[in-house]
């Protein structure tokens, strides 16, 4: 029988791989974009059918591994994640780039809720739900980043549609479906085949908070790489979502010691901040500018809202942790995609600049009122 220790590794490992796939891409969307002949527009949609994916994957499956068991569910998702990978190396093209994010968005919607459940189960006790959110948002926070980052790092060195990194994560990514394999079939639950996502009371205020901080990483992710690229910036793209990602997966030791409230009030201040920071970055060329405001952004999209929030819900989840998780997600992937895509559809009528003023003036108002509506009394 797999050893409690290889369990962990394994499951943390799934949701690693399953969301470095994701921004994998990212660094070569402009590319794929300019050699089919489309703009931000198409890229901008290209880039929210991952959440096309993610969204019915969620909204009908979220509970699915209380049904069949966990381990079914994440082997589903890795999958997934490998296929997605697989079909832009055979054809790294904007149209094979589009089916793939789709793919992603099955894959990510698979895994998140059922791993963090699995983690919670094999470490047990009371702590065990909010030690599985921290293993999940941890691994979960670097896999997006890290993806994103080896692809800009190699195409520094040169430029191809098929880099290295492609490969080794897909490679990667086969080898963790082999030792998930390994691991014991958790007992299923039962219920209903489609279960919906689950909002626990009180939990609101998470649900929002991880909504509007993922709507920044979704801008940075779709539309700020084309503004670096006018700059001469544009190989360092994978470098700034790494920070994104990658400053809030290391402030998450000391989130995790603080009380899930304080932690989403933080998030609240530092967030408009960092994306003023990276906004004026982008806008004036200073590469400086841009690197410190997606570390001051990341701190509250990866650090203290994601980690907070989540360790909120999945303790509010109990025995329905997996559908609670996928609920805290659903409410993050509305918000990573939709402002997205309508500041990239409004740029080719207006311009890039006014749209991404007027998102940062609405984060900022909906931190303020998070702010002010988190000093209640709980």
């Known amino acids: ?8 590794v394994s499951i943390s490992a799934a949701l690693f791989l399953v969301t470095s796939a994701v921004n994998l891409q990212a660094p070569l969307y402009r590319a794929y974009a300019s050699a089919a002949g ?28 209380e049904r069949v068991g966990r381990k079914p569910v994440i082997l589903g998702g890795l999958s997934a994640a490998a296929l997605a990978t697989a079909l832009v190396i055979m054809s790294p093209t904007l149209q094979a780039l589009f089916v793939a994010r789709v793919l992603q968005g099955f894959g990510v919607g698979l895994s998140v809720g059922a791993g963090t459940a699995y983690l919670a189960e094999v470490i047990g006790g009371p702590s065990g739900a909010t030690w599985a959110a921290g293993y999940a948002a941890v691994t979960t926070s670097l896999g997006f980043g890290t993806g994103a980052l080896f692809t800009g790092t190699l195409l520094l060195f040169g430029q191809t549609g098929r880099p290295l ?38 939990t609101l205020t998470s649900n929002v908070a991880i909504a ?37 997966a290391l402030l998450q030791p000391l989130v995790r010691r603080m009380e899930s409230r304080r932690a989403l009030r933080i998030g609240f201040a ?3 901040l960092g994306y003023g920071l990276l906004l004026w970055g982008a806008a004036t060329g200073s590469l400086a500018l841009v690197l410190v405001g997606a570390c001051v952004a990341g701190s509250a999209c990866y650090g203290f809202t994601y980690l907070g929030g989540l360790a909120q819900v999945s303790r509010a989840g109990g025995e329905q942790r997996a559908r609670a998780v996928a609920g805290y997600f659903l409410f993050a992937y509305l918000g990573f995609s939709l402002p997205s895509v ?13 749209p991404l003023l007027v998102f940062g003036a609405l984060v900022t108002l909906g931190c303020a009122v998070l702010l002010k509506l988190s000093a209640r009394p709980a």
């Open 1 to 8: 029988m797999a050893s409690r220790s290889f369990r962990l």
């Open 38 to 65: 489309f703009g931000n527009g198409v890229t901008a949609l290209v880039f929210a059918a991952y959440v096309g994916g993610l969204l019915p994957t969620l909204l009908l499956f979220g509970g699915l591994s």
């Open 165 to 202: 990194s492609y490969w080794l994560v897909l490679l990667l990514t086969l080898l963790c479906l082999g030792c998930v394999g390994l691991l014991p079939t958790q007992p299923a639950r039962g219920g209903a085949l489609l279960r919906l996502p689950w909002f626990p009371e009180k």
């Open 212 to 248: 509007l901080a993922w709507a920044v990483t979704g801008v940075v992710i779709s539309v700020l790489p084309s503004q670096l690229a006018q700059r001469g910036l544009a190989g360092w793209s994978g470098h700034a979502l790494f920070l994104v990602n990658g400053t809030g």
């Open 270 to 272: 530092v967030l408009p």
């Open 342 to 354: 309508v500041i990239g559809l409004l740029s080719g009528r207006f311009g890039l600049l006014g």
